[in-house]
């Protein structure tokens, strides 16, 4: 129950842990105070998880005799927009930080995006710590230093590797999280399985409700999991010029279906991340790659827990292939003029490749949307 | 006369040439073809310059079969601003760039400057190329990876480190620089015999008007010596965590009058560094550090080509020494409040001290603004 785990990204000089366990909010002060070397810490959060953790986050730091002042920001996608940006950085700017000042970002992964960008370009380049609150940020953005913004063009177009110096992964905190939002993370967690991890897609087979009802050593074992496979695939490949890009699973599909909905509470991050892992999986199979057995058993786990599995699922959304596939050709994979897909040969067995038919992909795109 | 010098800037998978020489834009689509993998280029200048170069570099690119387009932004400091740069931003994600592509910038260091950065971000970081085009950016700001935009609160207080993947100095290009531009360009020139290279000084004084008049040998010599120079310190120090800091001498002075001035045609960068630099040699002189007899000779020196040595030099602007101090105290190289500054104990002998007392440097302050 209060078990802590220490998992490390190793990046030469730019090497950090990742603590996962309970209580880590409350104990952040003596957890941070080794790698604080500047006052006032500015802590970067939303109004929404202000509410729930900021007091205990005060506090901690306050215990640890660490000055802080605290930039809150609205919560939801759109404050990472080239505005939300902006204000931030002047927000920072008017605290007076020096180059050994120190960023936290509390809150999900819009706000350790925002945070993470602007601490790589504040007086070019200060130190920031995640501590994510949220599902998704745990298991995903909260490492690996991918940083960002969304502009019209699409999702994440601007931004930067950058790597926190620590990252504290409270598990207490998701018992704040709304399930909509959990369950958008959870199909994160899923992904670690699918892309390479048969054995652990079987545990959350059999895990998935105990695990999404509050069990905390499930959600403990779940985020270790997932954050030990991400700190491996992003060791090797920092910048993603290689196998990183398998993290993409669902992502090419799910950047599209975000574009057309406006990257907002319709249809949230994680959740276009699970439609976007079937049509992969729908695609593999189609094409002859994947067995339809491995597909229609992923469907039936992503709908067991309650996610969407396909775009009609949104409801009051028009689809159209020709937008999608528009966005598709806009994403930072593209190479060539060719799109990056992450496709499968089952649970467990996927691989990068830029040889896909689009013919084949509008075919996948119009089922899609007509189911 | 023809004579092209490539010098190397030593970072690992990240280092890079600069190439140094005369007609280098008009064969600058066989020079950057090896480099490029993706096309079109994009090609980011001012109006101005693209007056004088950008039909040779058009002609250039075409000539080796590089498809190109060009995005063309007002000349001026306050373009650099960040509203300008989201415009850029934002016509580079029109022709929808991909992680391969390239991006050039043709102009001085305000096109540079904007152009890194916008390099250093989209799409997490794609490749640029920097064809500097007057003497400040030949010898400093295009060599060594330092991108950035100016904000309400100060000079390239927002922006990053990163590479280019080369630099095409072509000296001709200095022939359609107005005197005014290459004088400050020069003032950076100086500052490499300044920090550490007595015989560059003196070599200068020697040759200085030849130099400027438009001798070029002269030119290119004095470019090479200051890229040499610079590329070595950069090598040693990428981040400016050490010694790269000696590079800013005279800048932290200089910061603070461009603030006051509003960074425009009032105060042009250079000529802000060539009172900076006499603000650090009469301060390390006023506090017994450096022979008064060296201050005087340098600011002879200045005072021969036209630079200006002093903040009353500058008409129509009124100082204060509380807001120049207001100003320093934003400087990047603050560290536990105390400002980081670049003293000399001679010709060839600087060195940075944060252990500089405020007093001393009002009274600095005082006298430079009543002069």
């Not at 990204?9 to 790698?35: E, F």
């Not at 006032?40 to 306050?62: C, E």
């Not at 819009?110 to 599902?135: K, N």
């Not at 390479?196 to 069990?215: C, M, P, Q, R, V």
């Amino acid at each position: 129950m209060n078990t802590r785990k220490t998992l490390s990204v190793a990046l030469a000089d730019r090497s950090y842990d990742i603590i996962v366990g309970h209580n880590l909010l409350r104990d952040a002060g003596q957890l941070i105070d080794p790698i604080i070397t500047h006052e006032p810490v500015i802590v970067v959060t939303d109004d929404n998880v202000a509410g729930h953790h900021l007091g205990t986050l005060d506090l901690a730091l306050q215990s640890a005799g660490i000055a802080s002042t605290v930039i809150t920001l609205p919560a939801g996608e759109n404050t990472k927009d080239y505005d939300g940006f902006h204000n931030l950085v002047t927000s920072i700017l008017d605290i007076g930080p020096e180059r050994r000042s120190t960023l936290i970002a509390l809150g999900g992964g819009v706000i350790g995006d925002i945070t993470g960008f602007a601490a790589s370009v504040i007086l070019r380049g200060i130190d920031f710590i995640q501590i994510p609150t949220t599902l998704l940020a745990q298991v995903d953005s909260s490492v690996g230093g991918k940083t960002g913004i969304n502009t019209q063009h699409g999702k994440n177009l601007v931004g930067s590797f950058y790597q926190p110096r620590l990252v504290l992964a409270d598990t207490g905190t998701l018992d704040t999280l709304p399930r909509r939002e959990l369950l958008a993370g959870y199909a994160e967690v899923v992904k670690y399985g699918l892309l390479g991890d048969k054995a652990f897609f079987e545990w959350l087979e059999k895990n998935a409700d105990a695990l999404i009802d509050g069990d905390e050593t499930l959600r403990q074992q779940s985020v270790i999991t997932s954050c030990r496979t991400k700190a491996n695939i992003v060791s090797r490949d920092e910048k993603e010029t290689g196998d990183r890009a398998l993290l993409n699973l669902g992502h090419t599909f799910g950047h599209a279906l975000e574009a057309e909905t406006g990257f907002g509470e319709k249809l949230l991050h994680g959740e276009a991340v699970a439609i976007g892992i079937m049509m992969a999986f729908d695609l593999s199979t189609q094409i002859g790659l994947c067995p339809v057995e491995d597909t229609t058993r992923v469907r039936a786990h992503f709908k067991s827990v309650g996610l969407p599995v396909q775009p009609t699922d949104i409801s009051g959304q028009a689809w159209s292939s020709t937008a999608l596939l528009g966005h598709m050709a806009q994403d930072k994979k593209v190479r060539d003029g060719k799109i990056t897909f992450i496709l499968t040969r089952g649970i467990g067995n996927a691989f990068i490749t830029s040889d896909v038919k689009i013919s084949d992909v509008e075919a996948l795109l119009d089922k899609a949307i007509a189911a």
